[in-house]
């Protein structure tokens, strides 16, 4: 994702017209956010009394193995857990659907101001 953005602003900055950099730190933001505060409702029991927690909206990107069940994310990730999963295609996937309504919204808001 790093990558990516760096591209960007390789290819010519904030002259781009189809690319919004706020638009695309938003919509970052709002994934980030979302996965700390929407928990995992419905875990998946594992073999060996390990349960699978699943982050992400509306993709699951972020997948957590954990002995002890809770819902919320801050509790499996700081009292020990069994492994962490992080799909970047899931997390850059949700984080495109976010921007395009973004940009929607700036663009009429923009035009309503002015």
């Known amino acids: 994702m790093v990558k990516l953005v760096c591209l960007i602003n390789y290819m010519g900055g904030d002259n781009l ?4 950099k706020q638009a695309f730190k938003i919509s970052v ?3 980030i956010i979302l996965t700390f505060v929407i928990p995992d409702i419905n ?3 594992q073999i060996d009394d390990t349960y699978k927690f699943a982050y992400g909206l509306p993709f699951n990107y972020f997948v957590i193995y954990a002995d002890t069940y ?3 994310l801050f509790p499996k990730l700081f009292t020990g857990n069994e492994g962490v999963k992080i799909d970047l295609f899931y997390a850059f996937l949700n984080i495109v659907i976010l921007y395009f309504p973004i940009v929607f919204v700036m663009k009429k808001m923009s035009k309503q101001f002015n």
């Open 43 to 45: 875990p998946s029991n």
């Open 29 to 31: 933001l709002i994934v």
């Open 70 to 72: 809770t819902n919320w």
């Open 17 to 20: 017209r189809f690319f919004n």
